[in-house]
């Protein structure tokens, strides 16, 4: 299977957390290992992220930028677009 260019959807895991899509979806279109990604923690509270998604059937979506994308959280999916 191709890795999706920016922009693109990944989809998340059925026993994934949000936070882990995130960092899965960055590293493959970023072309950086994981080790190499700025903590995810100075961005957003990955805590509260995983959780607010998990259990909350109202939450439509969650945006912030995050090494230079714009991340948005979907309860199933995640998109990345490179901000320029």
């Known amino acids: 299977m191709d890795r999706p260019e920016p922009g693109q959807t990944w989809e998340v895991g059925r026993n994934e957390c949000a936070s882990d899509a995130v960092f899965r979806a960055l590293a493959d279109v970023s072309d ?4 190499e990604l700025p903590p ?3 961005s957003i509270d990955v805590d509260s992220l995983d ?3 998990a259990v909350s059937s109202e939450i439509q979506s969650l945006t912030f930028e995050y090494a230079g994308y714009e ?3 979907e309860p199933a999916r995640i998109r990345l677009r490179e901000r320029s």
């Not at 950086?32 to 080790?35: A, E, K, S, V």
Request: aromatic share 0%.
């Open 32 to 35: 950086r290992p994981l080790t």
């Open 51 to 53: 959780h607010v998604l």
């Open 40 to 42: 995810l923690q100075e």
């Open 71 to 73: 991340i948005v959280v």
